[in-house]
């Protein structure tokens, strides 16, 4: 829900009450927490709007696992990018979650570029492939994507660089 950009506060804040009202939740939509609604960060496109129930309960099988872990624990899952990567393809198994994609950027947006479709991350990882070691082909790709980053970051120093944006668009 804080992720997509084309869903506007309005749907957004209907949505979490349309979800609360499940579980009898009263909520206060002016509370401080509702004022990121307003923006989004990216496109989950026409996959995550239709397979959102899914989505959803992808996240709270998420919040669920780390929750029923001791304090210690869930501070060092939602402290250490890798852990929490590690808890979220065990979670999400052979399916393919936007949500995945979405949380590690949300949470550790320099680690993560703010991509929430894994064809698309293989893509870029491919076109730039040529900039990072051979080596690291065989990486999980959000950390090629991260090498590939800190290369073209030497390249285009002082640049906002963004995958979805010039110069790096083709």
Request: glycine letters at 6%; charged letters at 25%.
């Amino acid at each position: 829900l804080f992720f997509p950009s084309k869903n506007n506060r309005p749907l957004k804040i209907e949505m979490i009450r349309r979800m609360a009202s499940w579980k009898k939740i009263d909520m206060d939509e002016n509370h401080e927490i509702f004022k990121s609604l307003a923006n989004g960060i990216g496109n989950g496109g026409i996959a995550y709007n239709i397979r959102r129930p899914f989505e959803i309960g992808f996240i709270a099988r998420v919040a669920l696992e780390i929750v029923t872990n001791s304090l210690e624990t869930r501070r060092q899952v939602l402290s250490d990018h890798i852990q929490l990567r590690e808890l979220l393809y065990k979670i999400q198994g052979d399916s393919r979650m936007q949500s995945h994609h979405m949380l590690l950027h949300l949470l550790f947006p320099e680690n993560y570029e703010r991509i929430s479709s894994g064809p698309q991350k293989n893509k870029i990882a491919k076109a730039f492939a040529s900039l990072i070691d051979q080596s690291l082909q065989q990486e999980d790709v959000d950390d090629r994507l991260f090498a590939i980053r800190n290369k073209l970051e030497g390249l285009f120093p002082g640049d906002v660089l963004d995958f979805y944006r010039s110069p790096l668009l083709a």
